[in-house]
Nanobody
Framework: QVQLVESGGGLVQAGGSLRLSCAASGSTFSINDMGWYRQAPGKRRELVARISTSGITNLADSVKGRFTISRGNAKNTVFLQMNSLKPEDTAVYYC??????????????WGQGTQVTVSS
């Protein structure tokens, strides 16, 4: 069973920075995308950033130039460096792992979420 454990959320003033970390355990998949999604109160969960096993990244337009996603050397960790934070970045941030068996996408795994609050 794959488990994702997030850390690094918290309260920060606008313009500040936070770094989120997510560690996956129990995964035997050699090919997997990892990423971060967020959900603000009353809104749908939305993609923030994703990174493939080969390091290809995809960031939402709203965070380009401010957020950076990266993977650890072991490939089962993912980080989200968030700079120049804005109040509209306030949300619960969820770590995601999408495994693949060859070209076949398998079911997603999700972390429990970590709160990020940006005060104005």
């Amino acid at each position: 069973q794959v488990q994702l454990v997030e850390s690094g959320g918290g309260l920060v003033q606008a313009g500040g920075s936070l770094r989120l970390s997510c560690a996956a355990s129990g995964s035997t998949f050699s090919i997997n995308d990892m990423g971060w999604y967020r959900q603000a109160p009353g809104k749908r969960r939305e993609l923030v950033a994703r990174i493939s096993t080969s390091g290809i990244t995809n960031l939402a337009d709203s965070v380009k130039g401010r957020f950076t996603i990266s993977r650890g050397n072991a490939k089962n960790t993912v980080f989200l460096q968030m700079n120049s934070l804005k109040p509209e970045d306030t949300a619960v941030y969820y770590c995601n792992l999408t495994p693949y068996r060859g070209a076949i996408r398998l079911d997603d795994y999700w972390g429990q979420g970590t709160q990020v609050t940006v005060s104005s």
